[in-house]
């Protein structure tokens, strides 16, 4: 009697076992390929982000060159401006040389500058033509257009450098959902193989959920 008693109580945790090991065997396999994707995405964001830091820096350069070149270009401006001016003032508006300088040296930017000075000093105060709006515009639009690509570059680099860590984060979690499976192998008892393993499995629900809010790298 005892001993028909005692079968199906072995039986059963026998099965429990087999049951337990199983479902360890499936967690240790789900965040094995969990761990291996949120850490082939961080390494993908890593990589963008490097490339992304590259492209900042060189844009950040391309700026500074265009900014040297708009410099140089406001010197000349206004170098020529000013011989262009004080011929006016020395021989009146019909001096050869201010033509000269007015048709072969002064640059276009320059000529519209001088049509927007006179018809904003016209009955009020001198406008000095290098306040014109347009001109800035013109002669510096190019070096302002580089740095905002520059500081985008930068900002995408450190938004793929954030979302790359996070990946890193769910590698790390993964990882730990592995200790909690595998550890639970070592024990004999089952109540402890269990609680070990609704642990990792728990994990791996939270490490799964935070890794489907994160965009694959493109």
């Known amino acids: 009697m005892s001993e028909s008693a005692a079968s199906p109580t072995a039986a059963q945790t026998e ?7 199983i479902l360890t065997a499936i967690l240790l396999g789900l965040a094995t390929v969990g ?3 949120a850490a082939y995405q961080a390494t993908l964001y890593d990589g963008n982000s490097l490339d992304k830091y590259s492209e900042g820096i060189s844009k950040a350069a391309e700026a500074s060159g265009k900014q040297l070149e ?16 004080s011929r006016i003032i020395a021989n009146g508006p019909n001096d050869v040389v ?3 300088i007015y048709d072969d040296f002064m640059e276009e930017r320059l000529k519209l500058a001088l049509e927007w000075s006179e018809k904003e ?9 290098m306040d ?3 001109y800035a515009v013109e002669l510096f639009s190019p070096a302002i257009t580089v740095q905002e690509s520059s500081a985008a570059a930068m900002a995408e680099a450190r938004k793929a450098n954030d979302t790359g860590d996070q990946f890193t984060f769910v590698t790390v979690l993964y990882t730990i959902v592995l200790f909690f499976a595998g550890i639970a192998t070592v024990f004999k008892r089952d109540p402890v193989k ?7 499995l728990a994990l791996f629900v939270l490490s799964t959920l935070k890794l489907l809010q994160l965009p694959a790298a493109g």
Do not use: C, N
């Open 132 to 134: 014109s709006p347009d």
């Open 15 to 21: 099965r429990r076992s087999y049951i337990i090991e």
């Open 121 to 129: 000093s016209k009955g009020k105060t001198y406008v000095h033509p």
């Open 98 to 100: 201010a033509q000269s």
């Open 35 to 37: 761990a291996a994707y």
């Open 194 to 200: 269990l609680s070990l393993l609704v642990m990792g």
């Open 70 to 85: 708009a410099q140089g270009g406001f010197t000349l401006d206004t170098i020529t401006w000013m011989e262009w001016q």
